[in-house]
């Protein structure tokens, strides 16, 4: 049997591909804000009552609303428990 290869090391150096592609991506999610729903039962539940989810070393920039569950989605979620 061979011994799996280990992926190679990256520098990140100045100019280098893997450094630009990652700023690129970076650059990517700091420009949106996405929602993230609550997850019941398989299905994404939008409830409209958010909480802004920031950057911790800027609490100025959001990265991200995050929406909170309710009594209904609790019971919705504790019934999907029980059931499963």
Not at 26 to 31: E, F, L, P, S
Not at 47 to 64: D, E, M, R, S
Not at 72 to 79: L, N, S
């Amino acid at each position: 049997m061979s011994h799996p290869a280990n992926e190679p090391i990256l520098g990140y150096e100045p100019g280098s591909q893997e450094r630009e592609s990652l700023q690129s991506e970076i650059d990517r999610q700091m420009a949106e804000i996405i929602e993230i729903p609550c997850i019941i039962n398989g299905e994404e539940i939008y409830t409209g009552v958010t909480l802004p989810q920031v950057i911790p070393h800027n609490h100025g920039h959001v990265l991200a609303n995050v929406h909170l569950a309710g009594r209904d989605e609790m019971e919705a979620a504790c019934a999907a428990a029980v059931a499963a």
